[in-house]
């Protein structure tokens, strides 16, 4: 089992940008992707981005492709969320999870362990 602690969250004015962490610790797979979701108040939760801890090829959701970025560091076995140009709709509660297997996936049914999330609120 792997337990993921989110940090980074915060308010900030549309236009800028935050830099989420997510810090892992128990068993971890390199081989299994490491995912970002995000989950708005009264809606379910979506897919942001996955990347292995390899690190190489990450995908990412088209609302956010082009303004986010996924990075890990493997010695201190976190991942990270680089979030610029934030809009208002990027909104949420960010979630970071650990893949069930050697798959890419964006469902969240293929994430078996999540952090408990950290709020990001974008507003002027």
């Known amino acids: 089992q792997v337990q993921l602690v989110e940090s980074g969250g915060g308010l900030v004015q549309p236009g800028g940008s935050l830099r989420l962490s997510c810090e892992a610790s128990g068993r971890t797979d390199s081989n299994y992707p490491m995912g970002w979701f995000r989950q708005a108040p009264g809606k379910e939760r979506t897919f942001v981005g996955s990347?292995?801890?390899?690190?190489?090829?990450?995908y990412y959701a088209g609302a956010v492709r082009g303004r986010f970025t996924m990075s890990t560091d493997v010695d201190k076995n976190t991942v990270f969320l680089q979030m610029n140009g934030l809009k208002p709709e990027d909104t949420a509660v960010y979630y970071c999870?650990?893949?069930?297997?050697?798959?890419?996936?964006?469902?969240?049914?293929?994430?078996?362990?999540w952090g408990q999330g950290t709020q990001v609120t974008v507003t002027s």
């Open positions: 999870a650990a893949a069930n297997a050697e798959i890419w996936s964006s469902s969240p049914a293929d994430y078996g362990s």
């Open positions: 990347i292995k801890w390899s690190g190489g090829s990450a």
